[in-house]
């Protein structure tokens, strides 16, 4: 195999290699983003004291950290938005909550 050939496996091997790395960033900031909801509904149920603003300020950090990806092709930018905007609308709900306790929202 020639030098060139060789060079070009190996960089779409680092390709692939970092397509998966982002689906995995992907799958963990889904989780997280359902983890946080699950703790917020805790919280406004009564069973903890504290909001989980911890949380939320650590998820959104990870959140400008992939969104300054440039590397995301179409369907892992999208699945991005997609979850950017259920984590927007769930922010949204618990300001709302948050408010309605008479506490304030970060």
């Known amino acids: 195999m020639t030098v060139m050939g060789r060079k070009l496996q ?3 091997r680092q390709q692939a ?3 998966v790395e982002i689906d995995q960033q992907l799958a ?3 989780e997280q983003i359902r ?3 699950i ?3 805790i919280y406004f149920n009564g069973a903890t004291k504290r909001p989980p603003l911890e949380f939320k300020a650590r998820l959104d950090a990870e959140i400008r950290r992939i969104s ?3 590397t995301l092709n179409y369907a892992q930018r999208y699945q ?3 979850l950017v905007a259920r984590f927007t609308s769930y922010r949204e709900l618990w300001r709302r909550g948050m ?4 506490e304030d929202f970060i």
Do not use: Q
């Open 99 to 102: 408010k309605a306790k008479g």
């Open 68 to 70: 300054d990806n440039r």
């Open 17 to 19: 290699e970092g397509v």
């Open 80 to 82: 991005f938005n997609t």
């Open 35 to 37: 983890r946080l909801k």
């Open 39 to 41: 703790e917020f509904d």
């Open 10 to 12: 190996r960089i779409a």
């Open 28 to 30: 963990r900031l889904e």
